[in-house]
């Protein structure tokens, strides 16, 4: 089981035709992913080989969909692209759009996240500013290096790429059902509470790893989620617990004002809820590792 990517998911790269589309897009399919087009208006009807497989080239989202059955699109657009490629990828109503490119304005995702909602979300977004997801030794779409853990029972949700690696790494002799790298952004699509109801209703998660970060409230809400609607057992990491206040850090989502928002209340608010949380990443593993032997 997986949650919102599996074996069958067919994949298309927007932007697989740009230096860091084709190395991605090489990564991906390394990694078992089902790629079935790339697109760019300006090489419609070409294709391209990587490494033994030919991927076409289409002109638009709805296009490849029609022709392939894609039903998830993984974008390296650059930001100054980036919003009329996710505004593309909704109107072709593609089930998931992973948007890995940073550096896009704010004003631009609140656009699109907008423009989802409106058209009925039938789009799902993940990103932007974000490592993707991977069901391993299923399906990778993104970035997530793929050769760092095997599948197994464990579901990962987190604000920051490098520290998903990090975690899948910790318990790699555990596995993943899933891991979702969400983004650390402002305005992202899809949020903790989103992953955590998706990995609560998944029969093959047996417990839920989530990676937060100062500023926001992001993790106080999914605190509150947790309370109410999560029975599985929870930990729980929150980078940025020696960070100054009223300090911006690595993500333009990260800044702290007041106790609102600090690694010290989003702790508090989450071993409120129950969650074990760890003051590293190893030590959150540590703690998976403790309540998963029972």
């Known amino acids: 089981m997986a949650i919102f990517l599996n074996k069958d998911s067919k994949v298309i790269v927007q932007g697989m035709t740009g230096a860091t589309g084709m190395k991605h897009t090489k990564l991906m399919l390394a990694d078992g992913t089902n790629i079935v087009g790339g697109v760019n208006p300006r090489k419609a009807g070409t294709s391209v080989d990587i ?8 002109g638009s989202v709805a296009e490849a969909m029609e022709k392939t059955g894609a039903n998830v ?10 919003k009329a490629a996710v505004v593309e990828a909704i109107d072709a109503e593609i089930p998931l759009a992973v948007v890995i490119t940073e550096g896009i304005a704010v004003h631009d995702s609140a656009a699109f ?8 979300n039938k789009t799902r977004i ?5 490592p993707g997801l991977i069901t391993p030794g299923q399906s990778n779409a993104g970035i997530i290096p793929g050769d760092i853990t095997k599948p197994g029972r464990i579901g990962l ?3 920051s790429g490098t520290l998903t690696y990090q975690m899948m790494y910790e318990l790699r002799d555990i596995g993943f059902s ?3 790298g969400i983004g650390g952004d402002p305005i992202i699509g899809t949020t903790h509470i989103d992953a955590l109801a998706a990995f609560e209703a998944d029969p093959d998660t047996d417990l839920i790893v ?4 100062i500023g926001g409230d992001a993790e106080e809400r999914a605190a509150d989620f947790i309370k109410a609607n999560v029975s599985k057992p929870v930990v729980g990491y929150v980078a940025g617990f020696t960070a100054p206040e009223g300090k911006t850090m690595g993500h333009a989502g990260a800044i702290v004002s007041g106790s609102s928002g600090t690694a010290a209340a989003k702790k508090e608010a989450l071993e409120a ?3 074990k949380v760890g003051k590293t990443p190893t030590e959150t593993a540590k703690l998976a590792r403790e309540i998963l032997a029972g």
């Open 126 to 130: 993940i990103g932007p500013n974000c």
């Open 178 to 180: 899933s891991a979702v």
């Open 51 to 58: 490494d033994g497989h030919e991927i076409p080239v289409f």
């Open 113 to 120: 996240w907008a423009y989802a909602k409106s058209k009925g």
């Open 157 to 159: 949700v987190s604000k």
């Open 210 to 213: 989530m990676i937060g970060e």
């Open 273 to 275: 809820a129950g969650v």
């Open 73 to 82: 699109s993984v974008l390296f657009v650059p930001p100054a692209f980036a």
